[in-house]
């Protein structure tokens, strides 16, 4: 009996010593971890927000944990996250390669390659392509505008009724960037649009959950049939869905006159015969990341804005009197003009920043060995940019808790951005869509405050402000009560009566 609790005594210590989850040496600090597990254990998984939250109230602005055995470096508040990802911007410029996401998409796209020559000549590409540069007759504010008018034909039809608005946003926002990249529109109950929209909703719930944490933390499981497996199948049927439309593409393709991201990367592929970085199925994966990345952030930010707008019809109020205002006869709003609707504009940021929709950014990881605040950060350690830390951070915003446009506002009602305001991150892997996000929001929500009044519904009760917790955060689902606004039935009528 003896000998054997001794044995295992013995066993345990020589585990522990082997396999503890060992923190480099002059390491941000964290709680003590476990073996194998690192802190696995001490968080639910599920929704670990409430438990890291303790950490680093106890830990401070830079603090560690472990995954497993790897250790996690979390970044908290706008000095840390600055002096990480614009400072040190090369060194902090990386993506980890070895977790379940990289294998299923097979380091190719962007979002998840790592720093080198090919992310940065794959970025560049599709910063120019979607800044207008070669898309060719139609521009991106036309390709919004025409799909705005979509959402306003359909909430015509909801007027006077309440409706909850998430498919409709959903589908508008994956179809504004589907026009960017293939130059088509799917009709909201197409079949190809919503295997798309299932396929990737099932994907980043894997991806999200679990089982993925299981996956990147014991490579021995790997290999394994576990759930985690489906998100490999996933992926291929999307791919092949790709591909079919990259056929299509190509046969009425004409070079150089190209008609979305696509034909453009056709063009680039032509012009760089000799650079196989460039190639078909490099192709694939790039326009499902942009779709991936354009879709939930953008319709998850409008669920948000028009919760508030419904719950501060004060707020909603005063937009509607500038955008009024400014547009006057006008049927159409553009972009530009948003510099002479500085509280919309700051209503809207406002929006972005109670949304908090990607709340730990995308991970990076250090590219070399280097410093952070006086601690040691070899290379290769895994980054987490706390961004929901640094758009509710205190010190940086008159109302952080609140929904207060004021927020951006100076005392001559101007439209000012604190250096805080950063729900696309910063540093050189800052979102590369954020010119398309910023005009789509615009757009969208100037569009619809000049044509709708947005209600809480009577008997909606009170409303849940709490997030629905994932990569991107969204809200509860919700109803809204939508009118049509007196103005603009005048105008329906006047064209009614002139036609
Ligand atoms: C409101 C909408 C959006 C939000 C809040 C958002 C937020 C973000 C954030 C936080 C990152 C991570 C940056 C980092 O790693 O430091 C990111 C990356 C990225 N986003 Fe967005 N995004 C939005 C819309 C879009 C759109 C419309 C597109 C598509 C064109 C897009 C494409 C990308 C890409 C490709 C990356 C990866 C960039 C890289 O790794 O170099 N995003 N975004
Ligand atoms: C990020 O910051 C927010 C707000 O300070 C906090 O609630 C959350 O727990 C933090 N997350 C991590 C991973 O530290
Ligand atoms: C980071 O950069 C900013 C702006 O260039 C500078 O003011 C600040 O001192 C830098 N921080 C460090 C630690 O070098
Ligand atoms: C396509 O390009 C990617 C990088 O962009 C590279 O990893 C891959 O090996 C290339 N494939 C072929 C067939 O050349």
Request: glycine residues 4%; contains cysteine; hydrophobic residues 40%.
């Amino acid at each position: 009996m003896m000998d054997s609790l001794v044995l295992l005594w013995v066993a345990f210590c020589l585990f522990f010593f082997l396999f503890k989850a060992q923190r480099p040496k002059n390491f941000p600090p964290g709680p003590f971890s476990l073996p194998i597990f690192g802190n696995l254990l001490q968080l639910n998984l599920e929704n670990p927000i409430n438990d890291l939250k303790k950490l680093r109230l106890r830990y401070g602005n830079v603090y560690s944990i472990c995954f497993g055995s790897r250790p996690v470096v979390v970044l908290n508040g706008v000095h840390a996250v600055k002096e990480a990802l614009v400072n040190q911007s090369v060194e902090f410029a990386g993506r980890p390669q070895d977790l379940m996401i990289n294998h299923v998409t097979k380091n190719e796209g962007v979002v998840l390659l790592n720093h080198g020559p090919v992310w940065r000549d794959v970025r560049r590409f599709s910063l120019m392509t979607l800044r207008n540069f070669g898309l060719g007759k139609q521009s991106m504010e036309e390709r919004i505008l025409g799909e705005v008018s979509y959402i306003t034909s359909h909430l015509e039809k909801c007027a006077g009724k309440s409706m909850d608005p998430q498919n409709l946003f959903h589908k508008a926002a994956s179809n504004i960037i589907t026009t960017v990249l293939f130059g088509t529109r799917y009709e909201h109950e197409d079949k190809f649009l919503q295997l798309f929209i299932q396929l990737f909703k099932e994907l980043s719930k894997i991806a999200n959950g679990p089982w993925a944490m299981i996956y990147d933390t014991f490579p021995v499981v790997r290999n394994l049939p576990l759930p985690f497996q489906k998100a490999f199948q996933k992926f291929e049927v999307l791919k092949d869905a790709v591909k079919d439309l990259i056929s299509q593409h190509k046969m009425s393709w004409v070079p150089r006159q190209p008609r979305d991201l696509l034909d453009c990367y056709l063009d680039e592929m032509e012009k760089r015969e000799d650079d196989s970085s460039f190639n078909e199925s490099q192709l694939v994966t790039l326009l499902l990341d942009l779709h991936f990345a354009g879709t939930d952030t953008t319709s998850n930010t409008l669920l948000t804005t028009f919760l508030y707008l419904m719950t501060h019809p004060d707020v909603q109020e005063r937009c509607q009197k500038e955008i009024d205002q400014v547009l006057g006869e006008k049927l159409q709003a553009s972009f530009e003009d948003r510099h002479r609707m500085p509280y919309t504009q700051a209503m809207i940021h406002e929006a972005q920043r109670v949304a908090n929709t990607v709340p730990l950014s995308v991970f990076h990881t250090t590219t070399k060995d280097t410093q952070l605040m006086g601690y040691d950060i070899p290379k290769g350690t895994l980054i987490i940019p706390n961004l929901s830390s640094v758009l509710n951070e205190e010190s940086q915003w008159k109302f952080p808790h609140d929904f207060n446009p004021s927020n951006f506002l100076n005392d001559e009602g101007e439209f000012v951005k604190p250096e805080a305001f950063m729900p696309f991150s910063t540093g050189p892997r800052m979102c590369l869509g954020e010119g398309l996000a910023r005009m789509e929001l615009f757009l969208v929500l100037v569009t619809l405050l000049r044509h709708f009044q947005f209600i809480w519904p009577e008997d909606a009760g009170e409303p849940d402000y709490s997030t629905i917790f994932g990569a991107t955060m969204s809200p509860k689902p919700y109803r809204m009560d939508v009118r049509l606004r007196n103005k603009r039935e005048c105008v329906i009528q006047s064209q009614n009566t002139t036609e």
